[in-house]
């Protein structure tokens, strides 16, 4: 292993694969999570699932396409017996369960943890994430993590959510997913168009940062090493809502389009509105990202200021202003649960359908949490007062969205929160290097 001041290439053999590993198109997936009844037999499981624990090497041309990881959460970590000592050290917002950290987040009226459901029971130890292109080799990822806990009578799942390629192969609300995503210094490959370059530290502890800093955690190095945090969401969506939000509020199907691009500042196809701001092209997928605002849109004339992927990933947009971006970049992760909602039906069906977010970092106060308090849920960065994202943002009473127009700009009044948070936690994934130290247990 080497030093961790090391600023090269990424022990890609020793990252746990969700960090790096592109997601298949379809997929096939589960979060599987389990309580922890008594230490050995946690570290038991943990014995049981190393040798399937899938790395990020080779991750852009893998041997499988399918993949096993492990997290823990900061009450997992201490029933498998780790010290008070280390687990005092761990990132403020790691050891406080994420239900606690509600009102921060935004995570109020029916968004509220009370009505959390993932996981059932309130809170979880390991969780065991599989991802795979088919449904033979997702059933065979999920039969290894059945097995580790099969004859363990103190390790009990408490809950289980599978996650699909909807039938469009977009999310929930139509928008084609898993578009951007910023390119790892060490990380190998060559960066795309537009691609973001950000240090190794911002999503790997055991490298340098943004601020010129080595990310790090508690007690030994090997335990952190090559580990980052994930900040897990469940997010239930209000698919029929949304579509008749857009009806109510444009003249025709174009003019729905059009609200839609505004709103997520793409069109639903992936074209994004800096590119072309009045219909949907094709573009190239070497395009989709090569784009910036600061020189071309600085007041948000193609993609709103406002609009879910401006508020996200402001790129240029805020480098004249006190707030360093590269600061609050995150590695996003998601995928859909739940069957699609039929094409042209604007009834609730009453059935759960959502998106599953994980979001690496490793400072999830400055990363995760501003993202979603400052940028998601406030509109001061912009100028914009109390606005939220219009996608994503919970408008407990309602919200607005400024968008330009001719011949005036156009104001929407009375939006409805469309996702609801329905789970989370941040969890840590630690490297493989990790995980061999915790399954030990030879503190």
């Known amino acids: ?39 050995a037999q946690g570290r038991t499981m943990l014995n049981r699932l190393l040798p399937y ?24 970590l201490a029933r498998i017996g780790l010290p008070q000592e280390i687990l005092d050290g761990f990132a403020r917002e790691f050891r406080e369960p994420m239900r606690t950290r509600n009102e921060y987040l935004g995570d109020i009226g029916e968004s509220d943890p009370a009505h959390w459901d993932l996981p059932r029971h309130g809170s979880f130890d390991i969780g065991v994430l599989l991802m795979a292109p088919d449904e033979e ?60 370059r950000v240090k190794p530290g911002e999503f790997v502890l055991g490298y340098v940062d ?3 800093r080595i990310a790090s955690g508690p007690g030994p190095e090997t335990l952190w090493r090559n580990g980052t945090y994930l900040s897990i969401r469940k997010l239930h969506q209000k698919v029929a809502e949304f579509r008749r939000f857009l009806q109510s509020r444009a003249d025709d199907e174009y003019g729905q389009e059009l609200l839609a691009a505004k709103m997520g500042g793409r069109w639903r196809s992936g074209c994004p509105l800096a590119l072309s701001p009045d219909k949907d092209v094709a573009v190239e997928p070497e395009r989709l990202n090569d784009f910036a605002y600061y020189d071309d849109d600085p007041r948000g004339s193609k993609t709103p200021l406002g609009s879910h992927i401006r508020r996200v990933n402001p790129r240029d947009s805020l480098k004249d202003s006190i707030v360093d971006i590269r600061l609050h970049q995150l590695l996003r992760r998601g995928a859909a649960y739940g069957p699609m909602l039929p ?57 607005d969205f400024v968008y330009a127009a001719k011949p005036v700009r156009r ?4 939006l409805p929160s469309f996702v609801v948070t329905k789970g989370g936690e941040h969890v840590f994934l630690p490297g493989v290097n990790g995980l061999e130290y915790l399954a030990a247990g030879r503190w």
């Not at 852009?60 to 990881?69: C, D, I, R, S, V």
């Not at 909807?166 to 997913?177: C, M, S, T, V």
């Not at 042209?344 to 308090?373: C, I, K, M, T």
């Open 1 to 39: 292993m080497r030093p961790a001041d090391a600023t090269g290439a990424l022990d890609l053999d020793r990252i746990q694969g969700t960090i790096l590993r592109e997601r298949p198109m379809p997929y096939f997936g589960s979060y599987l999570l389990y309580e922890v009844g008594d230490a």
């Open 53 to 76: 624990v899938t790395s990020a090497a080779d991750w852009e041309h893998p041997a499988e396409e399918a993949w096993l990881n492990v997290v823990l959460t900061h009450q997992g």
């Open 137 to 196: 080799a997702f059933a065979e990822k999920l039969a290894i993590g059945q097995a580790a806990q099969a004859d363990l009578a103190s390790v009990q799942r408490v809950s289980r959510l599978d996650v699909r390629t909807p039938d469009n192969l977009r999310e929930h609300f139509g928008y084609a997913d898993g578009i951007s995503r910023p390119y790892i210094e060490g990380q190998g490959g060559t960066p795309r168009r537009g691609q973001t």
């Open 210 to 212: 943004e601020q010129g």
């Open 343 to 399: 094409e042209g039906v604007l009834e609730d069906d009453g059935v759960d359908r959502g998106v599953v977010l994980a979001f690496a970092n490793a400072h999830p106060g400055r990363q995760f949490e501003f993202v979603q308090s400052q940028w998601v849920n406030d509109g001061d960065f912009i100028s914009a007062g109390g606005e939220q994202d219009p996608l994503v943002g919970n408008h407990v009473t309602d919200g």
């Open 411 to 414: 104001r929407l009044r009375g």
